[in-house]
């Protein structure tokens, strides 16, 4: 993709908008046929995904409903359209379609929403031959943008499009000439600018918080922790409206990332940090890891929910409408109770206390080992890490509980937290190497645990919707040979277990993680 078009251009600041509609039929022969006006809006998932892909995605009225464009931020390159009758709410929505297929790709699981509102004043030139044959046509659009649900609008700069048709190329080129060569307007490169966005309040250009944080290895390790904890406090003040309001199930799942790996890095480094402080956090964090678990459950349960009925025969799939039902049932329950959480003091002393200890300048107490580089530390500490879910990860056998395979996920969730969020105290690509074979081995362990963790709440569903008479025979049959289907994949998972861990227990992973050690 380029990145400018050679048929689009923006009005230069100096030069009226007044002067280039008299300019475009005096100076490059055109002749106005009217105008028009019209507002469309840009849909982006919560974190603009989208945009931060370099696509953008458009819904304009139609006659028979929507008009849905999926463009290149690049301006001039080629979009994919799509009619509709509503604003879908998911990529799913949109059906197999090649639009459909291409945000699905780009947004997953998260909801579309209307971020902004777009009015356009649109001024219309052509040519025509002597025949009346349409030769060449130029639209010039002023446009005011808005965040969706009102507030300040910003009037960026004029756009004005040459639309070149098939056959009448030397008509457009000499269109083209007087507007860059007499005219001189500069060519449009992106359809949605950063200035524009900023001038909204908007920033969707930057990653959304929790990636690695810049640290230098001879940075004190109360000093390093605290910049990680900002960090991870960010993620939560981007996603708690999202959780708030209910946008998706990522919200709150970022959310809870957050609170994870900052309780794990209290912990993990707690001889660096202040005592009584550190033990508060972790006292806190752990009260809102637990409050916001039944509501990630039931999210987790209701995601998995196409794949519990491809595990059954359809007709009896059929059967399990119920209890999608009762889980959408309990899960708005589980909102609103974690909403007056979010509404509680406790969690606005939460929050003030983090950011007291993350932004403060010199915190109290600190421990001897405070001002210890956070470089050796950190590379020690992941090391232990490493060592220990090799120990744990080399006793468990085929006679094993599955607790055990639980303790090591833990072990291994700890360990991941650990290398991303110090990655940057290491060479470039060392911790990506390390990543790719813990990630194998999480990805086998976390699918046990799930299988685990369902096939024993969805017993528990059966017997709560039996006694609540919310479920007929036929939907707890197929709730008891579902439980049986996810007890056969568990111990196909469990047999691949061996396999993946092999791999991340390997001599030159051992040797690369004791390396961080220094």
């Known amino acids: 993709m380029s990145d400018a078009s050679p048929n689009q251009f923006t009005l230069p600041a100096t030069l009226p908008v007044e002067d280039l509609l008299a300019a475009l039929q005096a100076r490059c022969g055109l002749a106005g046929t009217g105008r028009t006006r019209h507002r469309h809006q840009y849909l982006d998932t919560w974190d603009w995904r989208l945009y931060r892909k370099g696509r953008l995605l458009a819904a304009e009225p139609a006659p028979d409903g929507l008009r849905l464009s999926l463009c290149p931020n690049d301006a001039g390159a080629p979009c994919l359209h799509q009619l509709t009758t509503d604003l879908p709410r998911y990529a799913s929505d949109l059906g197999p379609t090649a639009l459909g297929r291409a945000v699905q790709a780009l947004a997953r699981i998260r909801a579309l929403l209307p971020r902004l509102s777009v009015d356009a004043t649109v001024h219309r030139f052509e040519r025509r031959d002597a025949e009346g044959k349409l030769l060449v046509s130029v639209s010039v659009e002023e446009r005011t943008i808005q965040p969706a649900g009102g507030g300040r609008g910003h009037r960026p700069p004029v756009r004005v499009r040459l639309g070149a048709l098939r056959g009448y190329e030397a008509a457009a080129d000499r269109v083209r000439d007087c507007l860059t060569g007499t005219l001189a307007l500069p060519p449009l490169a992106r359809t949605l600018d950063a200035e524009t966005l900023a001038a909204l309040g908007l920033d969707p250009g930057l990653h959304p918080p929790g990636g690695p944080v810049r640290l230098d290895p001879a940075m004190a390790a109360h000093t390093a922790v605290r910049r990680v904890l900002a960090g991870q406090l960010a993620v939560l003040r981007f996603n708690e409206p999202g959780v708030r309001e209910d946008i998706d199930s990522e919200c709150l799942h970022d959310f809870r990332i957050g609170v994870r790996r900052s309780r794990s890095v209290l912990a993990l480094m707690k001889r660096h940090l202040p005592r009584r402080t550190g033990r508060h956090l972790r006292t806190e964090l752990a009260w809102l890891g637990s ?64 950011a007291a200890f993350a932004e403060a300048s010199a915190p109290p107490d600190l421990p001897e080992a405070a001002d210890e580089p956070v470089g050796p530390a950190a590379g020690r500490r992941i090391w232990q890490l490493y060592r220990l879910a090799r120990r744990e990860g080399l006793a468990i056998t085929e006679a094993s509980p599955d607790t055990d395979l639980h303790e090591l996920r833990k072990t291994c969730k700890k360990l991941r937290y650990m290398l991303e969020l ?60 579902l439980i049986q289907a996810l007890e056969a994949r568990k111990r196909e998972v469990r047999a691949g277990f061996q396999h993946q861990f092999r791999a991340f227990a390997a001599r030159r992973f051992r040797r690369a993680f004791r390396e961080l050690a220094g």
């Open 291 to 354: 409050v916001t678990s039944p509501l990630r459950d039931l999210d987790v349960h209701l995601l998995s929910f196409s794949g519990y009925t491809g595990l059954l025969p359809p007709g009896q799939a059929t059967h399990l409408a119920a209890l999608q039902h009762y889980l959408q049932h309990r899960r708005r329950a589980a909102w609103q109770e974690l909403r007056a959480h979010l509404d509680s003091p406790r969690y606005a002393r939460l929050l003030q206390a983090w």
């Open 422 to 481: 110090f990655a940057s105290l290491f060479a470039a690509g060392q911790v990506a190497r390390l990543r790719r074979p813990l990630k194998s081995l999480q990805d086998n362990l976390g699918e046990f645990q799930d299988l685990c963790v369902h096939a024993q709440a969805l017993a528990e569903f059966a017997e709560d919707m039996h006694r609540e008479r919310r479920a007929d025979a036929a939907t707890l049959l197929a709730m008891g040979a």
